[in-house]
């Protein structure tokens, strides 16, 4: 079955460190997306990738950084510059990364703290 | 500004009874318009979208949604509410011409035997 597949579940972070999200699809989708969701915020855009090689920063990009080398993969790496890193993070695509399109989930990451 | 509101943080309902979760946004033209729901500790999945035509739409899972262009606003209705119903509603809208969809706070629906 298609879908996205996000890793680990769990996540725990030491001070200072830098830690990786793994987010892959095979929906041969060229739109990706990264969204932090905190309680009663929603979801914000992080950051969102329309092609290889190319991507941009949504509201709360600070302290997080993202690479598109292949079209299925979308990684995202909370660097020690983010202070405040406990959330729930999802990754989404989209078949070409218009808004009318439906966004399809993976199942997320929950990210703390040591 | 842009910006998706739900009013109710929090909705508790029994079941077999009716629901209406509400949405409203504030953007000039006629946005594209969605309902997800967030099982816990799980992605979103996609109930339902509007974008043109007939202002009543119908969903997954026996889920329906009215579009009022004169309120602004989405709310999403279900005439029976099922246990398995309870979870996390998010509406998000996206504008024509743009790449990004905001989504609202979201309203947790907990559901009484």
């Known amino acids: 079955d298609g879908g996205i597949t996000q890793s680990p579940k769990y996540l725990f972070r030491k001070e200072g460190q830098n830690v990786t999200l793994s987010c892959e699809q095979n929906l041969n989708h060229d739109a990706m997306y990264w969204y932090r969701q905190d309680p009663g915020q929603g979801l914000r855009l992080i950051y969102y990738s329309q092609i290889v090689n190319d991507f941009q920063k949504g509201d709360i990009a600070e302290g997080y950084s993202v690479s598109r080398e292949k079209k299925e993969s979308f990684p995202l790496t909370v660097t020690s510059a983010q202070k405040n890193p406990t959330a729930f993070y999802l990754c989404?695509?989209?078949?070409?990364?218009?808004?009318?399109?439906?966004?399809?989930f993976g199942y997320g990451t929950r990210l703390s703290i040591l | 500004a842009q910006s998706v509101t739900q009013p109710d943080i929090h909705i508790t309902v029994s079941e077999g009874a009716s629901l209406e979760l509400r949405c409203n946004y504030s953007y000039g033209a006629t946005p594209y318009l969605f309902w997800y729901v967030q099982s816990p500790g799980q992605g979103l999945q996609l109930l339902l979208k509007?974008?043109?035509?007939?202002?009543l739409v119908q969903g997954i899972k026996g889920f329906e949604a009215e579009f009022k262009r004169s309120q602004s606003s989405f709310n999403l209705r279900k005439p029976s509410v099922h246990w398995s119903d309870a979870a996390e509603y998010f509406c998000?809208?996206?504008?024509?011409?743009?790449?990004?969809?905001?989504f609202g706070p979201g309203t947790s629906l907990s559901v009484i035997p």
């Open positions: 989404a695509s989209t078949i070409s990364g218009q808004s009318n399109q439906p966004q399809h």
């Open positions: 509007y974008f043109s035509g007939d202002t």
């Open positions: 998000a809208v996206g504008l024509s011409g743009r790449d990004k969809v905001i």
